[in-house]
């Protein structure tokens, strides 16, 4: 089956300099901040990764010259912060076909694959010590579920996609909420899915 381009489709990264750019963890972990913040100072994610804010305007700056973040022209006017913000709201994604034919495109698709794997996992964990803070609603709204099937490759592609249009769903809608003023009780949510093959 072949996928077509959409609108609002993740960036497809083929360059191995820039999927390599996502080989330090820290710059995935500031990716992720920005990504959920909208904009922030380089002050402000170093107090989330207990970072000096100089380090981290490093990274943002490296994340920059790959076109992964830029700053954010509406803020900061007097000049004595600098904002950033992630260069695109579609967020981006990378195929291990497009790295495989070379040992270090393959080492990179390894490492960034396995790093924002850990990442995720630090997430879920996280949620899970303080899941009791959340309250009945949410903890209750919260899922973790796992299915067993037996599809074809092109019937994974397909499934893939459908969750990807969910997902663009529940955005837009969160997006156009936010526009009209409708904030409350909204919250960051993560959602995890794997899909992959395997022989018992």
Same mark, same amino acid.
């Given at each position: ?12 990264? =083929?360059? $191995?300099? !820039? #999927?390599?750019?996502?080989?330090? *963890? ?6 992720? $901040? $920005?990504?959920?913040?909208? &904009?922030? =100072? ?9 970072? &000096? ?16 973040? =830029? ?23 990378? !195929? ?5 034919? /070379? *040992?270090?495109?393959?080492? @990179?698709?390894? +490492? ?7 990442? !995720?996992?630090?997430?879920? !964990? +996280?949620?899970?010590?303080?899941? @009791? ?5 949410? &903890?209750? +709204? ?9 599809? /074809?490759?092109?019937? #994974?592609?397909?499934?893939?996609? %459908? ?10 809608? @969160? ?11 909204? %919250? ?13």
């Amino acid at each position: 089956m072949r996928r077509t381009k959409r609108d609002h489709e993740p960036e497809q990264i =083929t360059d $191995l300099a !820039r #999927l390599r750019a996502f080989m330090n *963890p820290l710059r995935m972990q500031l990716y992720r $901040l $920005l990504y959920a913040a909208g &904009t922030a =100072t380089a002050s402000q994610l170093a107090e989330h990764v207990d970072e &000096t804010p100089s380090l981290v305007s490093y990274h943002l700056r490296k994340l920059s010259e790959h076109g992964f973040v =830029t700053q954010a022209g509406d803020r900061g006017a007097d000049g004595r912060e600098r904002w950033w913000k992630v260069a695109s709201e579609d967020g981006w994604g990378f !195929r291990e076909s497009d790295f495989a034919d /070379t *040992p270090e495109g393959a080492a @990179a698709v390894g +490492a960034v694959t396995r790093g924002i794997f850990d990442t !995720r996992v630090a997430q879920y !964990r +996280a949620y899970l010590d303080q899941k @009791a803070a959340w309250g009945r609603a949410w &903890t209750d +709204a919260a899922f973790g579920s796992e299915w067993l099937l037996e599809l /074809t490759a092109d019937e #994974l592609a397909e499934m893939s996609d %459908e969750f990807e249009a969910l997902a663009r769903h529940w955005r837009e809608r @969160a997006k156009a909420a936010r526009a009209a003023g409708g904030t409350e009780g909204r %919250e960051h949510v993560s959602v995890h899915l794997y899909g992959f093959p395997f022989r018992p």
